[in-house]
């Protein structure tokens, strides 16, 4: 009767919480789906967003867009009391979809910050082989090495269902190495038999985080922030050298590299709280407060998909030609009226004035070039 009352006052305290955390999480969808979206358009749809930072950016946003789009499954399984109802299949796509974005926000995250290190630090060195070309062959790359990093995560997905009263429910949906016949049938076993299986779920939790904190997480960030380390010290050296010379070029290095920046501290402080909570629960911090735990994992969460969602406010807030082209994106569907009354007067411009209205590539288009930047 106490455990009865214990458990309801418990979901009671929580259930506001959890409402909170459910809600931020569709706000970060709403608004981060259709961000990523713009910034994939405006890459895409005008040649001269197509440079070799914005091809890594462009692969960042599918990252982030992949990882926003498990927001509603990720939902609609917590808020099931059956657990995880979909089936075996979908267990492993959603696994490791959530893999691959992980793992590839955090790879294309140190391509670009190396990228930025050569273009700041060896800018003669690095321009033979700093190429349109070259940026989307290590894209493909990168990706090939992403699959291949998460393949013992899918591996290792199993639907491990569960049955109460002879009446089948859906189960959860985890990564155990071992087998999962035994462990469904828990309920005739033997305590030793359950120790054993409970050791070999400890044992297989703490091997897939240290995996996935190594390679998505610890690794990428020791190179990410050795690379602007080199940038700042290679910056603050020009300053002092006095080579101030303002030239177009180093002006949007420059601001390429702050975007970069940006990106790079978002990132190491929107997913470092989740993994202090991993390793906090591997040292069984959380023991004796399931209240802190639960307070402390969604919030976790929420900073993860806040994070997806801040990535394209950043390149826009923090890049000229994202600004005007997200602009033109948005100015598409409706004609500037001026320049439809201004060549209305002269019926000899009636193409020109189509060209203008239809096509927002028109005033680029004989200037479009791959910028190096």
């Known amino acids: 009767m106490m455990n009865n009352t214990n458990e309801q006052n418990f979901t009671e305290v929580i259930d506001p919480i959890k409402t909170v955390a459910h809600l931020t999480w569709c706000l970060t969808a709403l ?9 994939l358009a405006a890459i895409v749809y005008f040649r001269d967003m197509r ?30 009391h059956d657990g995880w109802i979909w089936g075996p ?16 926000s955090a790879v294309f995250i140190a391509i670009l910050s190396f990228d930025r ?25 990168a990706w090939i090495m992403v699959i291949l990093e998460m393949t013992p995560l899918f591996l ?16 959860s949906c985890m990564l155990f190495v071992g087998n999962v016949t035994v462990l469904e049938s828990a309920t005739e076993m033997n305590e030793t038999l359950l120790n054993e299986i409970e050791q070999n779920m400890l044992a297989s939790r703490r091997f897939f985080i240290s995996y996935t904190f190594a390679l998505s997480y610890l690794i990428p960030l020791v190179a990410v922030w050795y690379f602007y380390f080199k940038i700042i010290l290679k910056m ?19 601001k390429v590299t702050i975007m970069g920046l940006a990106i790079v501290i978002s990132y190491t402080h929107c ?36 994070n997806s969602a801040a990535n394209p406010f950043l390149y826009v807030f923090l890049s000229d030609s994202f600004q005007k082209n997200i602009q033109k994106l948005l100015r598409t569907a409706k004609p500037d009226k001026q320049i439809m009354l201004k060549n209305s007067t002269d019926p000899q411009d009636t193409s020109k004035m189509l060209n203008v209205t239809n096509n927002p590539l028109y005033s680029s288009a004989t200037n479009s070039h791959y910028s190096s930047c």
């Open 31 to 39: 608004i981060g789906i259709p961000a990523n979206l713009f910034v």
């Open 51 to 80: 440079t070799i930072s914005n091809i890594y950016i462009f692969n960042l946003a599918v990252a982030d867009l992949l990882f926003l789009c498990g927001i509603p499954v990720s939902l609609f399984a917590q808020s099931s």
């Open 89 to 104: 299949i979908m267990c492993k796509l959603y696994i490791s979809g959530n893999a691959v974005s992980q793992f590839a």
């Open 117 to 141: 290190y050569l273009a700041v630090c060896r800018p003669i060195q690095s321009k033979s082989f700093r190429t349109t070309q070259a940026a989307f062959a290590l894209s493909v790359a």
């Open 156 to 171: 290792f997905v199993k639907l491990i269902k569960s049955s109460s009263a002879g009446e089948a429910r859906g189960g």
């Open 236 to 254: 603050c050296q020009r300053k002092r050298q006095m080579q101030t010379k303002r030239t177009a070029t180093k002006k949007r290095t420059t």
């Open 271 to 306: 997913w470092l709280p989740f993994w202090i909570v991993q390793w906090s629960i591997e040292a069984n911090l959380f023991e004796k407060s399931k209240y802190l735990l639960f307070c402390c994992t969604h919030f976790a969460f929420a900073l993860q998909y806040i």
